[in-house]
């Protein structure tokens, strides 16, 4: 979580996508992360939680509040974000992000699982 605020504070929108699911990277919006990454003054990140579960592969959620300015004034942002583990690379899970899969699919993080028994939970949380 932290490497992908420090991402926005920088502007690394390839880092961002990067780090994305890869099953929804392609409905990711670059421009607009890249304009809302520039045109914010990101004022802190607070990691409240993390929880990782076992199994394969892992899963886990992290609790944080962003804050940042804009044109707009001073703005926070609570969420509990949803991310999963593909060999060494942790994906977040963007609940923003549709993806195209039924229940019974393999599961859009590669482990070769069906959907509703790896990351089906995660989503829309």
């Given amino acids: 979580m932290r490497s992908r605020y420090s991402a926005y504070v920088l502007g690394l929108v390839d880092y961002l996508v990067a780090t994305t699911l890869p099953a929804q990277q392609d409905g990711l919006d670059r421009q607009s992360i890249s304009e809302w990454s520039a045109k914010s003054t990101w004022l802190g990140l607070e990691v409240e939680s993390s929880e990782v579960f076992g199994g394969q592969p892992e899963h886990a959620f992290v609790t944080f509040t962003a804050r940042w300015h804009d044109g707009q004034g001073e703005h926070s942002h609570r969420e ?39 990351c089906a939970g995660y989503f829309n949380r």
Avoid at 85 to 101: C, E, H, L, M, S
Wanted: glycine content about 10%; charged content about 20%; aromatic content about 12%.
């Fill in 80 to 118: 509990q974000s949803s991310f999963v583990q593909n060999g060494a690379r942790w994906y977040f899970i963007d609940p923003t992000v549709p993806v195209k899969t039924g229940r019974n699919d393999n599961c859009p993080c590669g482990s070769g699982h069906k959907f509703k028994k790896c």
